[in-house]
Each structure stands twice: as C-alpha cells, then as structure tokens.
C-alpha cells in the first residue's frame, strides 16, 4: 500500500491577497479557482510537484456556520492560529531574501537548527505561519 499527500488547505480571507502572494512572491502556480455559495477555493502547487495541492480555502467554509462561529474563526486567524505549512527549500538564504524583499512579513531570519535544518519563517498576507527549510550538510 502506498499513501502519498494529495491536498493540504490553509485558510485565507481575501483570496487576492493570498494569491498575491503564493503565486507571484513564492512562484506557485494557480491549478483551479472555484466559487460556490459566495465562498471561493483557489488551488495551488509547485510545478515540481504536480501531485501535490495547496487549497487556499475560507477561514469558514461552511454556508451554514453561525455569526458566532464565522466571528471566532475571523479572531484566531487574526491571531494566525489556524494554520501552519513548512515548505522544503534548496537554497533558505535565498528564499528568505527573495521573501524578504517582496514584503514578506519576517518571523525569523534564517538559522541552523539542531535538528538539522536551516530554516526561516513566515506569516502569509491571512497571518499563517510558514515555514521553509533546508536540510544540512552532513559532517
């Protein structure tokens, strides 16, 4: 039995901005763009990875969902605590600069870590953590 990733989602609530941003700042390429009951899904992904899909989806994407729910989801994004994706890098000091000068909004410059990566991260335009990592050369 193989089990690979197909689809991962991370909450956005104004999908131009995120697009802005995972496709012009990361150079991700746009696969669908789908709205359906006023709420809109905008898939993503890597050219090097036609597999594997990044939806950038509502904060809420329930029709139904209550006032009360739709204001506590609206609060946690606002404090970015809804979502986190870690991106395999080749080169993190590049990517953070590239990042960087496109207005990324920098959590933490890159660093070796002890557990074998050199990593940098991030909050997307929604305030989700993003983190991109590059493994260590081995001694």
Avoid at 13 to 26: C, G, N
Avoid at 108 to 136: I, K, S, W
Wanted: overall charge negative; proline content about 6%.
């Amino acid at each position: 039995m193989n089990i690979t990733l197909s689809q991962c989602f991370i909450a956005v609530d104004d999908h131009d901005k995120a697009l802005s941003f995972y496709r012009d700042v990361l150079g991700l390429e746009v696969r669908n763009d789908v709205a359906f009951e006023g709420m809109r899904w905008v898939t993503v992904g890597a050219p090097s990875q036609p597999d594997v899909d990044i939806v950038l989806e509502p904060p809420l994407a329930d029709p139904n969902a209550s006032p009360a729910d739709r204001q506590a989801m609206a609060e946690l994004m606002a404090k970015g605590l809804l979502r986190g994706v870690i991106f395999a890098t080749d080169d993190c000091d590049a990517t953070f600069e590239r990042i960087s000068r496109a207005g990324g909004d920098v959590l933490q410059e890159p660093m070796d870590q002890h557990y074998g990566v050199r990593d940098c991260a991030f909050r997307d335009p929604a305030g989700n953590l993003l983190r991109f990592t590059q493994p260590l050369a081995k001694a």
